[in-house]
Each structure stands twice: as structure tokens, then as C-alpha cells.
């Protein structure tokens, strides 16, 4: 299943066709996003679950069958299988719901379950595929109007941008990683390690562009390996600023490497790096006192 893709199809959140609340569909009766409520789908107010939730999500076919059951539950589970996200409103969070059906397609399976509310419906084209569904918002009926679409670093869970590290689209794999960093801090390391890995030379540059400006400290031979072997200036130019900035004991020996490398400001770094090395170096000599100007404690002159 494919995963939220960022610059794909953005014209269609502003169509109605493409973007238009279940709810207002309903009443309208002419939406291809609306569907009305079924005989088989009830929600109420939430209280203790009769029945666990189940749902089976395979080959673009889903099945929910669910009994007075948790409709954040369900709608969490089913945003884990199908690998969408799925946001629900504070106020649509706390109700529970009942429904049976068997392989149904995603979109409609959903417009099932959703029957009683206002709905958004984010419907996006990859490269090389045609439109499928990509996002879902859910607000109770009659308060999704009016509502403007939002980009998914306002909404989108920590979890759900740790998925969009595996996405085809290389820009939003770098947006992931650049939220993430924003968000995590130092605990967004391993993210960073993983995108540094990346094949694609932007996702790169910005996991390592994101790690560096938080300070985060990425290990030493990492950062080592990037300016000897990554392809992109970009990367080794930060890989050697993140060297020089963690006052790592190998920033001179690869910073002295730098010096032939093919980019010009990758070479113009490290002169820099060599030459604030070498007054910090002569400063520390310059503040330490020789031995012949040091006396030797409770030990009292000699006569000449």
C-alpha cells in the first residue's frame, strides 16, 4: 500500500468532487465521496467495548465486522493496515461504532463507517500509478464545512512520518525526516542514521542539514565516511561542518583529505577548519606557562 505522497495531486483537496464532507454529501445526495448510512452501521456514544474489533485489510479490500466497538480503535487499526492516516476529531475520537461488511474497497469501506459524519477524502496520483486514497479526516456531522485543507506536518502523527521514511516520493521522505528532527531532537537519531543511507542525495542532505543545526551528535565515523565517499558536495560540505563542530579528534586528518576535494566549498571549509584548529592550537601553548616559569610548590629558592 502506498503511502501519503505530499506532491502528488494537491489541486484536489481544493475540488469538491475530491474533497467534499460525507455529510454534506448526504444531504446533497449527488457526491461521489458521500455515501448514506446502511442499515449495518450504528454509532453512539462510547462506552465499554461489547465485541473486540476486527479488521482485515488485503489486496485493497477491506473487512470490519465490530459490535459496539471503538471508532477510534477501528480507525486506528485500519489506518496501521492500509498505511494511511486517518484524523479524527477531538469530539469524533470518544464515539463507538457497529458494523459487518467483507471486501469492500478501502474508500468505501470507509465511507461506510463514516456514514454519520463529515469526512475529507485526500485522493493522490504517484509517478507511476493512478489516484488512490492517501488521507482521511473525520468532524461531526455538519462541522466540516469551511474547513481549509492543512499540510500534514500540522496534523500527522510522529508515527505516521517514521512510515513516510519508506516513501517512493524522495520529497517526502525528506520532509519525514526534516519533521521529525523538529520534533525529536537528539532521540531523532536513528531516523537520521537510516536517511543518511538514503539513495537519494536531497533526502540526504537534509537529514544531515536537520542533525546538524539541532546539535544533534552524529558518531564520529559516520560523519567521517560522508566526506570521504558521499556523492553530494552538500553532504560532505555539512558531514565536515558537523566534524568541526563536535570538536572531533579526526577533523583535522579528513579535513586535510577535504582540502582535494572536487568541490570548491567543501575544500574552502576545510581551510577553515585547519586554520581555527591551528590558532585554537597556538592560543592553548600560549596560555600554558613553561616549566622553567613554574615553581616548584613549598619548596623554597636556592643559593646561588
Known amino acids: 500500500m502506498q503511502r501519503v505522497s505530499l506532491s502528488a495531486c494537491v489541486a484536489w483537496l481544493l475540488s469538491i ?3 467534499a464532507p460525507v455529510g454534506s454529501a448526504q444531504q446533497a445526495g449527488q457526491s ?30 477491506l473487512s470490519v465486522r465490530v459490535q459496539n466497538g471503538s471508532l477510534e480503535r477501528l480507525t486506528d487499526d485500519i489506518s496501521r493496515q492500509a498505511q494511511i ?19 469492500l474497497p478501502l474508500d468505501k469501506g470507509l465511507r461506510r463507517i463514516l456514514a454519520r459524519y463529515d469526512a475529507f477524502f485526500f485522493y493522490g496520483v504517484d509517478e507511476h500509478d493512478s489516484s488512490s486514497l492517501k488521507a482521511v479526516w473525520v468532524y461531526p456531522k455538519g462541522q466540516g464545512r469551511g474547513i481549509a485543507p492543512a499540510p500534514p ?27 521529525l ?4 531532537g537528539e532521540e531523532a537519531l536513528d531516523a537520521v542514521l537510516r536517511s ?12 544531515l542539514y536537520g542533525a546538524v543545526t539541532v546539535g544533534m551528535r552524529v558518531p564520529g565515523d559516520v560523519l567521517n565516511n560522508l566526506v570521504l565517499t558521499d556523492p553530494s558536495a552538500d553532504v560532505r560540505f555539512l558531514a565536515l561542518q558537523g566534524l568541526s563542530n563536535s570538536n572531533s579528534p579526526d577533523a583535522r586528518q579528513i ?24 590558532e585554537e592550537a597556538n592560543q592553548s601553548q ?12 613549598n619548596q623554597p629558592p636556592q643559593n646561588l
Not at 492516516?85 to 471486501?103: D, R, Y
Not at 543518511?196 to 542532505?205: A, K, P
Not at 571549509?269 to 591551528?278: K, P, S
Not at 600560549?286 to 610548590?297: K, R
Open 286 to 297: 600560549q596560555q600554558t606557562p613553561s616549566s622553567a616559569d613554574q615553581q616548584q610548590p
Open 32 to 61: 461521489q465521496l458521500g455515501s448514506r448510512a446502511t442499515p449495518d452501521v450504528q454509532t453512539h456514544a462510547s462506552g465499554p467495548s461489547d465485541q473486540q474489533v476486527s479488521v482485515a485489510f488485503k489486496d485493497g479490500q
Open 196 to 207: 543518511l543511507q538514503d539513495d537519494d542525495d536531497q533526502v540526504r542532505r537534509q537529514a
Open 153 to 179: 506536518e500540522k496534523w500527522a502523527s510522529t508515527k505516521e512520518f517514521e512510515a513516510m521514511l519508506d516513501d517512493k516520493d524522495p520529497t517526502v521522505r525528506g520532509k519525514a525526516i526534516e519533521t
Open 255 to 278: 579535513a586535510q583529505h577535504a582540502l582535494n576535494d572536487p568541490s570548491e566549498p567543501v575544500r574552502l571549509e576545510a581551510r577553515e577548519i585547519i586554520t581555527r584548529l591551528d
Open 181 to 184: 528532527v523538529e520534533r525529536k
Open 17 to 19: 468532487s475530491a474533497f
Open 85 to 103: 492516516p486517518i484524523v479524527l476529531s477531538e469530539n469524533v475520537g470518544s464515539q463507538s461504532a457497529s458494523v459487518n461488511f467483507q471486501k
